[in-house]
């Protein structure tokens, strides 16, 4: 079956644009995160959200950041105003969240380049 | 905070090498712990978890034990091949906030493997 994915896979932006990254998730997966993965920093869970609950945006860097989820199904994490350190791969991943097994399954990601 | 810390590497080893892969976790409760894999151009992959102490996760001939007394999730293989030449994330997923299962990763490990 089909798994995450994302666009667009590359995205080149100057300083100071806005930039909007789509992720859609496995078909009945109810979890959707998004993590970025950077040289310096590794890999940072950003946000999570699950099913209509509020969610967790406890790992957004700034109020640059934000993301939203329509329908419950496909995700934007829009980043205002880039910076030269947002350049990193952004991953969304979804899950079932059956019982406590947490598996979650990750897109490709989308590289981002602030130039 | 919960926290992972794996060795760094990089690892390069010769093919039918043994591959040790340490790392050890911080955390109030009980997480599930996972080995992610990174094969070059790709996105991340489970390769294998355990969920409470005393667990041993595998696949593809990979092994890691959950010891609880060592707070201890190290990954193994017998004899590695080219062919599991990658990036190796240790993570762990927490319960928190009521239902919330967000990953906490390990900064990675290259693993190089030479014919």
């Known amino acids: 079956g089909a798994g995450v994915s994302q666009s667009p896979s590359n995205k080149v932006t100057e300083k100071g644009k806005d930039v909007e990254l789509r992720c859609d998730p496995i078909s009945g997966h109810t979890a959707l995160y998004w993590y970025r993965q950077s040289l310096g920093q590794g890999l940072e869970f950003l946000i999570y959200?699950?099913?209509?609950?509020?969610?967790?945006k406890s790992g957004l860097p700034s109020d640059r950041f934000s993301a939203e989820r329509t329908g419950g199904s496909v995700s934007t994490l829009t980043i205002q105003r880039t910076q030269q350190e947002d350049s990193a791969v952004y991953l969304c991943?979804?899950?079932?969240?059956?019982?406590?097994?947490?598996?979650?399954?990750f897109g490709p990601g989308t590289r981002l380049t602030v130039l | 905070g919960n926290s992972v810390t794996q060795m760094e590497g990089p690892v390069t080893l010769s093919e039918e090498a043994f591959l040790t892969i340490n790392c050890t976790y911080t955390a109030t409760g009980y997480p599930s712990l996972f080995w992610y894999v990174q094969y070059p151009g790709e996105g991340l992959q489970l390769l294998l978890k355990?969920?409470?102490?005393?667990d041993k996760g595998s696949n593809k001939g990979f092994e890691a034990t959950y010891r609880k007394e060592t707070t201890s999730f190290h990954l193994e293989k017998g004899s590695v091949q080219v062919s599991d030449s990658a990036v190796y994330f240790c993570?762990?997923?927490?319960?928190?906030?009521?239902?919330?299962?967000?990953?906490?990763f390990g900064k990675g490990t290259l693993l190089t493997v030479n014919p």
């Open positions: 355990a969920t409470k102490a005393d």
């Open positions: 991943a979804s899950s079932l969240l059956a019982g406590g097994i947490n598996e979650q399954f």
């Open positions: 993570a762990l997923s927490e319960e928190w906030g009521g239902s919330n299962y967000k990953l906490t």
């Open positions: 959200f699950q099913g209509n609950s509020a969610p967790d």
